[in-house]
């Protein structure tokens, strides 16, 4: 089993900053991927950034530049700090995990942001 949990959500003013967690626990050595999402009400959940095992990381267009994906291995936890934020960036942001070999998919349970004055 894969456990990862999110935190650092909250209100924030446009153009503050935020930086999320993702605390994963258990067989984490089987993930090969992990990436943030986020979901606004009403719409579709959509890929904001990942990382790979090795360090590989890439970005949605919409927040290359201001967000920045991270990881330390030795508190496996991983990181999303946002900067310039946006209200259009008002969501519940999720982390989550790929075991690619057995096609395995784990997400956390969200965190919410919002971003307004």
């Known amino acids: 089993q894969v456990q990862l949990v999110e935190s650092g959500g909250g209100l924030v003013q446009p153009g503050g900053s935020l930086r999320l967690s993702c605390a994963a626990s258990?067989?984490?050595?089987?993930?090969?991927?992990m990436g943030w999402y986020r979901q606004a009400p009403g719409k579709e959940r959509e890929l904001v950034a990942i990382?790979?095992?090795?360090?590989?990381?890439n970005y949605a267009d919409s927040v290359k530049g201001r967000f920045t994906i991270s990881r330390d291995n030795a508190k496996k936890t991983m990181y999303l700090q946002m900067n310039s934020l946006k209200p259009d960036a008002t969501a519940a942001y999720y982390c989550?995990?790929?075991?690619?070999?057995?096609?395995?998919?784990?997400w956390g349970q969200g965190t919410q942001v919002i971003v307004s004055s």
């Open positions: 989550n995990g790929r075991d690619l070999g057995r096609g395995t998919y784990y």
């Open positions: 990382i790979t095992d090795i360090g590989i990381t």
């Open positions: 258990g067989r984490i050595s089987s993930i090969n991927i």
